[in-house]
């Protein structure tokens, strides 16, 4: 049985890392996509950086995209261990649309414009603490639902905030690196999810 469970969680972290390396760069490009749409309803075009309010609002649904399309494919995976509440896609929607709102606004407060820290079009630097507040929300949110179930859930608030971090960081030897950065984010965080889970309070099992 201890065998059998451990090659099923073996199962999942790989899986969960090949994952991550190709939804979290397709969630960011889908994410590109929706912010064009918006660039567009507000009357500009691409080349075009647009008022400090269309901005936020095509950041916060591009992050929205990218915390979406993660969500889901976390969610699908770690239904296989315990019953995860829905809410775990929301928790990773509501922390990057949150966070990208707050960094719009401090950055319109400082006469900067969100678009020019782009790590794709930019220097990737400025985006590490963003994307790695993203994930300490995130955390800490999802914690809130790890710990009822498992002890040392602690963790996973670390581990998404340096998978998070580290994703982007990466990228300063070159935007290719975003894929390498995503996978190491998979491998991270599904190690963690992996060690949390095999501590499970056994009176409290969902």
């Not at 979290?24 to 889908?30: G, I, K, T």
């Not at 969610?75 to 960094?103: D, G, H, M």
Request: glycine share 10%.
């Amino acid at each position: 049985m201890n065998r059998e469970m451990t090659q099923s969680k073996l199962k999942i972290w790989i899986n969960w890392s090949l994952l991550s390396l190709l939804i979290v760069p397709l969630s960011y490009l889908v994410s590109l996509i929706v912010v064009l749409l918006v660039h567009g309803a507000f009357g500009y075009n691409q080349m075009e950086g647009g008022t400090y309010l269309s901005q936020t609002v095509m950041q916060v649904a591009g992050g929205a995209v990218i915390g979406l399309g993660t969500g889901l494919y976390q969610r699908a995976l770690l239904t296989k261990i315990f019953q995860v509440p829905v809410s775990w896609i929301y928790n990773l929607v509501i922390s990057f649309a949150v966070t990208e709102l707050i960094v719009c606004i401090v950055l319109w407060q400082m006469g900067i414009n969100r678009y020019e820290l782009r790590f794709i079009e930019h220097n990737p630097l400025p985006e590490v603490p963003i994307f790695a507040f993203a994930g300490l929300l995130t955390g800490i949110m999802q914690w809130l639902t790890l710990r009822k179930y498992f002890s040392y859930s602690g963790l996973w608030i670390a581990a998404s905030t340096v998978g998070w971090g580290l994703c982007i960081l990466i990228t300063v030897t070159g935007i290719f690196a975003f894929f390498i950065g995503a996978l190491l984010y998979g491998i991270i965080t599904g190690l963690t999810i992996t060690l949390i889970t095999k501590n499970r309070y056994a009176d409290n099992i969902p």
